[in-house]
């Protein structure tokens, strides 16, 4: 009977947890238009960072279904909040040129460490996931920005 009535009291709690949903991440502005002006970005760059960045790293998140599931949603919100925090593109194009350069590094090392996109969103957004000649096109145009 004790076990019945565990069960009963976690379906209710899931339910109502339900109800408590994380803030989107959404702006009126679709990509970090200022960024991809600034940077003169190429259509090919704009299409590997639309589909392997800006999900975690701009003020605009296309949200899968599952995220409408809690605990999903917020998991997934503390992992944008923690990405934009160590970048966000909307931002980029504000910084001061060392600290711009500083970002451009660290995200170039990143790409080729393997490191982002994490391992965690690729296994749920298998279109993401960078080839090799991906991640060296985004290496190339963020080392050249570097020198500019």
Same mark, same amino acid.
């Given at each position: 009977?004790?076990?019945?009535?565990?069960? =009963?009291?976690?379906?209710?709690?899931?339910?109502?947890?339900?109800?408590?949903?994380?803030?989107?991440?959404?702006?009126?502005?679709? $990509?970090?238009?200022?960024?991809?002006? @600034?940077?003169?970005? @190429?259509?090919?760059?704009? @299409? %590997?960072? @639309?589909?392997?960045?800006?999900?975690?790293? !701009? &003020? #605009?998140?296309?949200?899968? =279904?599952?995220?409408?599931?809690?605990?999903?949603? =917020?998991? $997934?919100? !503390?992992?944008?909040?923690?990405?934009?925090?160590? $970048? #966000?593109?909307?931002?980029?194009?504000?910084?001061?040129?060392?600290?711009?350069? !500083?970002?451009?590094?660290?995200?170039?090392?990143?790409?080729?460490?393997?490191?982002?996109? %994490?391992?965690?969103?690729?296994?749920?957004?298998?279109?993401?996931? %960078? !080839?090799?000649?991906?991640? &060296?096109?985004?290496?190339?145009?963020?080392?050249?920005?570097?020198?500019?």
């Amino acid at each position: 009977m004790k076990k019945k009535k565990l069960i =009963w009291i976690l379906i209710i709690l899931l339910a109502a947890i339900q109800f408590i949903r994380p803030e989107q991440n959404t702006s009126v502005q679709p $990509l970090p238009q200022s960024f991809i002006d @600034t940077f003169q970005v @190429t259509d090919k760059v704009k @299409t %590997l960072l @639309t589909t392997s960045c800006f999900d975690c790293h !701009s &003020n #605009n998140t296309r949200y899968p =279904w599952y995220t409408h599931i809690q605990p999903v949603g =917020w998991i $997934l919100a !503390s992992h944008i909040r923690e990405g934009k925090e160590k $970048l #966000n593109f909307n931002e980029v194009a504000s910084l001061s040129p060392r600290r711009r350069n !500083s970002k451009f590094k660290s995200i170039t090392e990143q790409i080729e460490n393997g490191e982002m996109p %994490l391992k965690s969103y690729l296994q749920m957004h298998k279109d993401v996931k %960078l !080839s090799e000649r991906d991640k &060296n096109i985004l290496i190339h145009f963020f080392q050249s920005k570097m020198k500019e």
